[in-house]
């Protein structure tokens, strides 16, 4: 068997882009969790000195303390946004990342089958059961790829009604 020279610079270029989409994907979610932490820590500032303002401005006591204590409500709320946010940002990085590799692991396929098919017309007499060995090889990786998607899946949906629920009980106790 000759090795094409095309289809390797072919399979060489497809790598490179695919390493550069991975990194491009991982690098605008920093972006964004970079962007939502500046903000943040943004508005947690400019509220802590508004708060403060106010519980000094106070004329007694009792008012300072009515209004700390209507401070902390506004705080739950941003901490549960916040968290949604970077939630929401983690899971439609994974949500790609994931497209990603599908993609690529059905290329991957598609290639191996094509090889194989090769292999097998151009096989010596008597390597049927080689072949045979790296067909069921083949099949038990596309399976184990099709257990190892639907278990991330399902991890990805319990996880989703785990934060669903987090932000539910925050958002009661913060009432």
């Known amino acids: 068997m000759t090795i094409n020279t095309e289809q390797f610079a072919a399979a060489n270029k497809a790598t490179v882009d695919s390493l550069l989409s991975v990194a491009n994907t991982a690098l605008a979610s920093a972006e964004r969790i970079a962007a939502l932490n500046l903000n943040t820590a943004r508005s947690v500032l400019e509220d802590t000195v508004s708060g403060a ?4 401005g106070a004329k007694d006591p009792k008012e300072a303390l009515s209004i ?3 401070l902390s409500k506004p705080n739950v709320d941003k901490a549960v946004a916040y968290s949604k946010s970077v939630y929401e940002i983690t899971t439609q990085t994974q949500e790609e990342l994931a497209k ?3 993609a690529q692991f059905g290329d991957f396929q598609k290639s191996v089958a094509g090889m194989l098919e090769t292999v097998a017309k151009s096989a010596p007499a008597g390597s049927e059961g080689a072949v045979a060995a790296m067909q069921s090889a083949i ?3 596309n399976s184990a790829f099709g257990n190892m998607s639907t278990a991330a899946k399902q991890f990805s949906e319990t996880a989703q009604a785990n934060i669903s629920s ?3 009980a925050a958002t009661k106790a913060g009432k």
């Open 100 to 102: 990603m590799v599908q």
């Open 68 to 70: 700390q204590a209507s």
């Open 166 to 168: 987090a932000v539910k």
């Open 53 to 56: 303002k106010s519980v000094l």
């Open 139 to 141: 099949a038990a990786a």
